[in-house]
């Protein structure tokens, strides 16, 4: 632990140039955009797989703190006044209170408010200690933001995970939500989530939307929160403004 808490104090950095794109989370109720999450891309709008391919162990910290920075600072440079939702890797976060400092900085520089960011965790990344996992997250709504649980339904940890943490947010993972007006399977799987989600109080998105046939069983299950390119795609430092989409 002190070793990796050292990177913190040490002030370790992510040298490999990058951006953000950012992709809007849709409310069907308002027909409005609800959020944007931050999505990382090469310092030209290169794919995230160009940057995530140099992402080691040695570097994951520096590269973790370093997004959730640039995600910040682009959406104060850009007037963002919707939620910002940034991804980040719990397995790099060692000591809550030391790993948000620069977080806390950066938005305190750019003047965005700490209560209208939501952190997604990704169900792939391997998480064995959920007991640190809860620290974290328990520190982080101290400091006002909100906690997604991404790709839900992608990953090996599923419902346990989900009972351990209880985030605010379920973003259902694309293999569920494709085809699921043609495949029965997986839109019972969807109902069932979405009905345990209500009763939980834990706000339900539907990640990877695409057809109109798609929405149409989302929307008549009563699901209020939709992601995908039926609305949009990710924009390359720029926000995709509400007139520009088709509310459907």
Known sequence: MPTQC?????????????SMAFQPVIDLELRRVHAFEALVRGPEGQSAASILSQVTPENRYG?????????????GRLGLDRRL???FMPNAVYEPSACI????????????????????????????DHIHLSRIIDYYRTQGF???????GAGACGLNLLANIHPDIVKIDIGLVRNCDRDRTRRVIVQAMLSVCRDLEIKVVAEG??????????????????????????AFEALTPDEAIDFR
């Open 101 to 128: 400092r620069a977080t806390l900085a950066a938005a305190e520089r750019v003047g965005f408010p700490c209560d209208r960011i939501t952190f997604e965790i990704t169900e792939d990344e391997s998480i064995s």
């Open 6 to 18: 050292g990177r913190c104090r040490d002030g370790e950095t992510f040298d490999i140039p990058f």
């Open 63 to 75: 590269f973790d703190q370093a997004c959730r920075v640039r995600a910040i600072e682009l959406a």
């Open 85 to 87: 939702n940034i991804n």
């Open 146 to 152: 909100l906690v997604a649980l991404d790709d839900f």
């Open 209 to 234: 939307v695409e057809r109109a046939e798609e929405l149409a069983v989302l929307k008549e299950s009563g699901l209020r929160f939709v992601q995908g390119f039926l609305f949009a795609r990710p």
